[in-house]
């Protein structure tokens, strides 16, 4: 015959674990809700970062060809007119180039029509296209490209 703490403790056990289930069982229902939530919350939060992403990027895009087209759109660019102005300003293309911040061979290639400066060289060489033969010498003699000064212009402005 069992001894009747042994019973008692089993029964007291018993109880407390029916007990305890009952306290349980809507907790673990609004466990799996919350859970769900969470899970939903986190792929929002992705799908958020992501759409914020393409729109910056698209922003970014759509800020650079803006000021790309702005800039590029009185500057035009002829292989024939790049020479004359060298000859016209009496430099080299190895000067030329010091100048403007590219190669002596983007000079070559652009003068043979093997290539075509980008947005950024078309500014420059507008730039250039203002100088006359004085101010040209005295850059060179700085030895100050025209995209390292813009670009000093725009921190000083900052």
Not at 9 to 29: C, D, F, G, H, Q
Not at 85 to 110: E, F, P, T
């Amino acid at each position: 015959m069992p001894n009747i703490g042994s019973v008692l403790k089993t029964e007291i056990v018993r109880l407390a674990r029916k007990e305890v289930r009952s306290y349980m069982a809507p907790m673990r229902k609004s466990l799996g809700v919350h859970r769900r939530n969470v899970e939903n919350l986190k792929r929002l939060l992705a799908e958020s970062n992501a759409r914020l992403a393409q729109l910056a990027k698209t922003q970014e895009r759509s800020v650079e060809t803006g000021s790309v087209a702005k800039s590029t759109a009185k500057v035009r660019f002829v292989a024939k007119g790049l020479r004359s102005l060298r000859s016209r300003l009496g430099v080299s293309a190895h000067d030329l180039a010091r100048l403007i911040g590219v190669s002596q061979q983007s000079i070559y290639n652009w003068e043979t029509k093997k290539a075509v400066p980008r947005a950024e060289q078309l500014q420059a060489l507008a730039s250039v296209r203002s100088l006359g033969k004085r101010e040209l010498q005295a850059r060179l003699r700085g030895r100050t490209p025209i995209r390292a000064a813009k670009r000093d212009l725009a921190k000083k402005g900052k």
